[in-house]
């Protein structure tokens, strides 16, 4: 079985510029959630979509926005880049079943903001 | 709110030992616990997840345990390896509609194992 994948692995953008980031869940899963990694801050959660809808949101302000497609792949976008978003960018899939939602990590987006 | 917390920070130990890595957590209504390695610059790989219902859960040499009522995990490995090097996060999530894909991680704790 495939894992999750995350396109594209790296990037280099503007301050002022948007950006757009991709990824595509384990087969039959429903559930997608990006994280944000950065060294000061750590793991944060970012949102997480199911079935197309965002069920929950983190603390990033509205430049921070996600969308989710039928056939569950999700894209997240940052707009307006700023210095400080520069991070690595990490997207995880699950499936809850029976009390268990355990989350699948792809292996991120390297944003670097210049 | 919950916070997640990770002690220690840094640990090095030589090789073949024992060790034990903490993890407390404030909001004792969660739905699951998820222990986690992530090597330098990469995603995260999956190691356990123990259920709000269940104490312990054991692969190969990894065992983590739960307390709920105190708040606390612990990961231990057994006969460390050169290979287990690398940093060890701890996440949970909470109890309720739409909280269940919302992991609140530790800040990790980073282990060089010496051969």
């Known amino acids: 079985k495939a894992g999750v994948t995350q396109t594209p692995r790296y990037l280099i953008k503007t301050r002022g510029q948007q950006v757009t980031l991709s990824c595509s869940p384990i087969?039959?899963?429903?559930?997608v959630s990006w994280y944000q990694q950065t060294p000061g801050q750590g793991l944060q959660f970012l949102f997480e979509?199911?079935?197309?809808?965002?069920?929950n949101k983190g603390n990033f302000p509205g430049r921070f926005s996600g969308r989710q497609f039928s056939n569950s792949r999700s894209e997240m976008n940052v707009s307006t880049l700023e210095l400080g978003d520069s991070a690595l960018y990490l997207c995880?899939?699950?499936?809850?079943?029976?009390?268990?939602?355990?989350?699948?990590f792809g292996p991120g987006t390297r944003l670097t903001v210049t | 709110k919950q916070e997640v917390t990770q002690i220690p920070a840094a640990l090095s130990v030589p090789e073949g030992e024992n060790l034990v890595l903490n993890c407390s957590f404030t909001?004792?209504?969660?739905?699951?616990l998820q222990w986690f390695r992530q090597d330098p610059g990469k995603g995260l790989t999956s190691l356990l997840l123990?259920?709000?219902?269940?104490r312990e859960q054991t692969s190969g040499r990894l065992n983590a345990s739960l307390d709920k009522s105190s708040g606390r995990s612990t990961l231990y490995i057994a006969a460390s390896q050169p290979g287990d090097s690398a940093t060890y996060l701890c996440?949970?999530?909470?109890?309720?509609?739409?909280?269940?894909?919302?992991?609140?991680f530790g800040q990790g704790t980073t282990l060089q194992v010496k051969p």
């Open positions: 995880a899939s699950s499936r809850q079943t029976g009390g268990r939602n355990e989350q699948y």
């Open positions: 087969s039959g899963h429903r559930s």
């Open positions: 979509y199911f079935s197309e809808t965002q069920r």
């Open positions: 909001d004792s209504a969660i739905y699951n």
């Open positions: 123990i259920q709000s219902s269940q």
């Open positions: 996440a949970t999530s909470l109890a309720g509609s739409g909280n269940t894909g919302k992991l609140i």
